[in-house]
């Protein structure tokens, strides 16, 4: 039995599957107009917790990621301008040009932290005939509105919109700036945008309303029931998409479809600085390529995020991370001296599993991982049991189990990161690799069994 907490119902709920041994994921995914920071890759941790926990007891997982390459504006209430044509003059570069620069930046920061890439990543711009349908949809229901800027959801006219959030369509967001415009009332919100009159829009479409754009609420509510099914098990996200995004998103499906758009909503707290949340607004960001500029390991950040557990506070700090970083070290080191993987410690994997199953409690699931390095089972049980545990921690174990100290830890993680060059056909990257290597007193020789590494 797997118990999750849904923030539908605000509390923990044992998992009931829609299809029998599968689920239906949908993890809300990057904005591509700058680099994913260490926030937003905690929450795309979190789900890659969640899925392989899933994976783990044996459902076969369909998970689906956006990739939001229009309409997301600046402000984080819907108004402002959109991120993509900020980042455009910001860049000198076309939108496409920093979707897909951004976007493989987003790709090569899920493989450095061990993050399972979804099984499909559509993007908002190649489904915008799929979002004027569902506009269309909701037209035909009459849940929309037109003001001069654009085509509106009326969210008064549906009974239970506020429901995830817990506040009423008329108070949510009191107090709160909110661009009224035309609006109705203070959270109806644009499913499709107009172009300026008289200026021609860098990202633009036709549609039966006139040229402009989708709202940024659409595309996840389209590209789900497209991919998925509605209702599919579950949706993620970053608690900042409670209120507005996924409140949108549902109503939106409710108002097209008639159906829950998923049954459990699942969101993971902020990753902070200090007081406030890491984002790119407060300019108090690090990213994945900042840890290895500083010589942190990645999958330091992921054992850091591990030990938290996804629906508490985590703040970010050096100290922290050089913590986690030992931790991971230690780990390493004490399962070289491991036999070969033989027979397995099943009490100690029951333990581990409960802890995953009760709503993801990593940080129990990492105390059971040291229980088990101290236990005094077989060596060859406990590399049986440690990796099997790694499919859900993803700390790249395999790497270092039973493999003895000869090659200095050091040496062998640039051979293995070059293994990764090679196998990404970055051939750069892979002599830079080789060079660090022989600097440090150690050749490499390619084999078809792998990369074999000698003292020079
Ligand atoms: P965005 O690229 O802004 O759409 O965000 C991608 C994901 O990161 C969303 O699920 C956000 O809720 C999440 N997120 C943003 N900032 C943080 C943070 N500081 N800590 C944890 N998650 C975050
Ligand atoms: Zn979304």
Redesign the pocket.
């Known amino acids: 039995m797997i118990f999750l907490y849904n923030t539908l119902s605000r509390k923990k709920e044992e998992l009931k599957p829609i299809h029998e041994g599968k689920i239906g994921l949908y993890?809300?995914?990057?904005?591509?107009?700058?680099f994913?920071?260490?926030?937003?890759?905690?929450?795309?941790l979190?789900t890659d917790i969640l899925r392989r926990t899933l994976e783990l007891n044996g459902y076969e997982v369909k998970q689906v990621m956006n990739i939001?390459d229009v309409g997301?504006l600046t402000g984080d209430t819907d108004e402002g301008e959109d991120?993509m044509l900020v980042a455009m003059q910001r860049d000198g570069k076309t939108a496409l040009e920093i979707a897909e620069f951004y976007t493989s930046a987003f790709m090569r920061d899920l493989e450095r932290l061990n993050i399972k890439p979804a099984n499909l990543f559509p993007k908002a711009t190649a489904h915008i005939q799929d979002q004027i349908e569902m506009i269309v949809a909701l037209e035909k229901n009459g849940f929309t509105y037109r003001t001069s800027d654009g085509i509106y959801f009326d969210t008064s006219k549906l009974a239970d919109y506020g429901r995830l959030s817990g506040q009423k369509s008329q108070d949510k967001l009191a107090g709160a700036r909110v661009e009224m415009g035309e609006k109705r009332h203070t959270t109806d919100f644009a499913l499709w945008k107009f172009s300026p009159v008289g200026s021609k829009r860098e990202m633009e479409w036709d549609s039966p309303w006139g040229k402009g754009f989708p709202g940024w609420h659409i595309e996840c509510s389209a590209m789900s029931a497209k991919y998925l099914d509605v209702p599919f098990d579950i949706h993620?996200?970053?608690?900042?998409?409670i209120a507005v995004?996924h409140e949108n998103e549902i109503a939106q499906t409710r108002g097209a479809l008639g159906v829950l758009e998923a049954n459990v909503w699942m969101?993971?707290?902020?990753?902070?600085?200090g007081d406030g949340?890491?984002?790119?607004s407060l300019g108090n960001?690090y990213t994945v390529e900042d840890l290895i500029a500083k010589g942190y390991d990645p999958l330091a950040f992921r054992y850091l995020v591990l030990g938290a557990h996804y629906r508490s506070k985590?703040n970010f700090t050096f100290e922290a991370l050089e913590g986690a970083q030992n931790a991971l070290k230690k780990l390493r080191d004490a399962v070289r001296s491991w036999d070969s993987p033989q027979g397995s410690c099943k009490e100690i994997e029951e333990r581990f599993v409960a802890a995953l199953n009760d709503d993801l409690n990593t940080p129990q699931a990492l105390a059971i991982v040291w229980e088990l390095l101290d236990c005094d089972e077989a060596s060859g049980a406990k590399a049986k049991t440690i990796l099997w545990m790694d499919r859900v921690l993803g700390l790249r174990l395999d790497e270092y189990v039973g493999r003895s100290l000869d090659v200095p830890v050091e040496v062998q993680k640039l051979v293995d990161e070059r293994e990764r060059a090679r196998a990404d056909k970055d051939w750069t990257l892979s002599d830079t690799l080789r060079k660090r290597v022989e600097e440090l007193g150690f050749s490499i020789e390619d084999t078809d069994m792998g990369s074999k590494v000698k003292k020079m």
């Open positions: 993890s809300c995914g990057p904005t591509v107009y700058w994913a920071h260490l926030g937003n890759m905690r929450s795309f979190f939001t997301h991120k993620t996200g970053g608690i900042d998409h995004h969101h993971n707290e902020f990753l902070t600085v949340k890491m984002s790119k960001l985590l």
